[in-house]
């Protein structure tokens, strides 16, 4: 890759992710309330975060599909896709964690890290958690691999 594309892969990350922080904001997915009532289906259920993520899927599906009929991305080499198929206990115990994780805090990573603009110090906490568990995950699992 030259440094012109690689300026531009940069440039269009950013676009990205202003875009996809944008869509979390507009749509409330940094509102832990609004994350939690969706959950609450027992309870105060509010379904109207199923119409998002409805949307979402409705755009991702055939842009993924289409893209991916391309040999390699506009601005890079090659597509970095998951290559791993099976499902196992360290697959099972992660995502259990993750959905345990949002069903108490409300938050998940994208969502917490657009939040960080608040400067609310639940959402800072949560994204330090956030981080260590990573860090510990690496330090844990990664070195024995």
Not at 44 to 69: E, H, Q
């Amino acid at each position: 890759m030259t440094q012109r594309n690689n300026m531009v892969q940069l440039i269009l990350s950013l676009v990205s992710g202003i875009l996809f922080a944008l869509g979390l904001i507009v749509s409330q997915m940094v509102n832990p309330a609004k994350v939690l009532n969706f959950l609450d289906i027992a309870g105060t259920w509010d379904p109207t975060l199923a119409f998002v993520m409805g949307g979402a899927l409705l755009v991702t599906i055939p842009a993924f599909r289409l893209i991916l009929k391309r040999p390699h991305p506009l601005f890079a080499k090659r597509f970095y896709l998951p290559t791993k198929q099976d499902i196992d206990v360290r697959l099972v115990t992660g995502a259990t964690l993750f959905g345990v994780g949002w069903g108490l805090a409300g938050l998940c990573p994208g969502p917490a890290i657009t939040a960080l603009a608040t400067g609310l110090l639940p959402v800072v906490g949560f994204v330090a958690a956030m981080v260590a568990g990573a860090f510990a995950h690496k330090l844990i699992f990664e070195q024995r691999t």
